[in-house]
T-cell receptor, first 110, second 115 residues
Framework: LAKTTQPISMDSYEGQEVNITCSHNNIATNDYITWYQQFPSQGPRFIIQGYKTKVTNEVASLFIPADRKSSTLSLPRVSLSDTAVYYCLVGAPNDYKLSFGAGTTVTVRA | NAGVTQTPKFQVLKTGQSMTLQCAQDMNHEYMSWYRQDPGMGLRLIHYSVGAGITDQGEVPNGYNVSRSTTEDFPLRLLSAAPSQTSVYFC??????????????FGNGTRLTVT
């Protein structure tokens, strides 16, 4: 499983765009990049997944450069309710042993 | 559709006691797993299962047992609780469509304290 590195914490203000970059230098050809969000006292929730280039859904965008050694989760116009821990995972479809790192704690202030 | 249901939500045990954390899903997911979450350490995989009768160890399996007799249920057993097992436990599940690129669905956790 590819190891990932992401910032421990980030602060932002309401209405701003938040970009969280995850490094995964040893990503393998079959690996996907998946991001989860976790609110206090809840289990993680899937946000977005991608393999290459850009993926966008109603919640976020995921940017993956051509070398795939990093990825950036972009949260547009955050609100106080986006305060959460965000996890970046890298793994192949046959990776059953997925573990989450410490994630990035994003704090949105008014 | 209830999703992934974990019971109990909170539990306090004394050292040496045993208990079973329950996890049930109603989405007919083949894959189920247990994680523990400790402060600053993310979620670490304890055990997982890819179907009824099939289980395997994760990153931190010591002190925990699992079995999978049905598709819906995946209980986690602590045979002799230790203070080091104080943690928040999450159960997750997903479909196995050629692998695990399908997103994991998590329960809301069981907060366990061992004194």
């Amino acid at each position: 499983l590819a190891k990932t590195t992401q910032p421990i914490s980030m602060d932002s203000y309401e209405g701003q765009e938040v970009n969280i970059t995850c490094s995964h230098n040893n990503i393998a050809t079959n690996d996907y990049i998946t991001w989860y969000q976790q609110f206090p006292s809840q289990g993680p929730r899937f946000i977005i997944q991608g393999y290459k280039t850009k993926v966008t859904n109603e919640v976020a965008s995921l940017f993956i450069p051509a070398d795939r050694k990093s990825s950036t989760l972009s949260l547009p116009r955050v609100s106080l309710s986006d305060t959460a821990v965000y996890y970046c995972l890298v793994g192949a479809p046959n990776d059953y042993k997925l573990s989450f790192g410490a994630g990035t704690t994003v704090t949105v202030r008014a | 559709n209830a999703g992934v249901t974990q019971t109990p939500k909170f539990q306090v045990l004394k050292t040496g006691q045993s208990m079973t954390l329950q996890c049930a899903q109603d989405m007919n997911h083949e894959y189920m797993s247990w994680y523990r979450q400790d402060p600053g350490m993310g979620l670490r995989l304890i055990h997982y299962s890819v179907g009824a009768g099939i289980t395997d160890q994760g990153e931190v399996p010591n002190g925990y047992n699992v079995s999978r007799s049905t598709t819906e249920d995946f209980p986690l057993r602590l045979l002799s609780a230790a203070p080091s097992q104080t943690s928040v436990y999450f159960c997750a599940s997903t479909v196995l469509t050629g692998g695990l690129s399908s997103p994991l669905h998590f329960g809301n956790g069981t907060r366990l304290t061992v004194t």
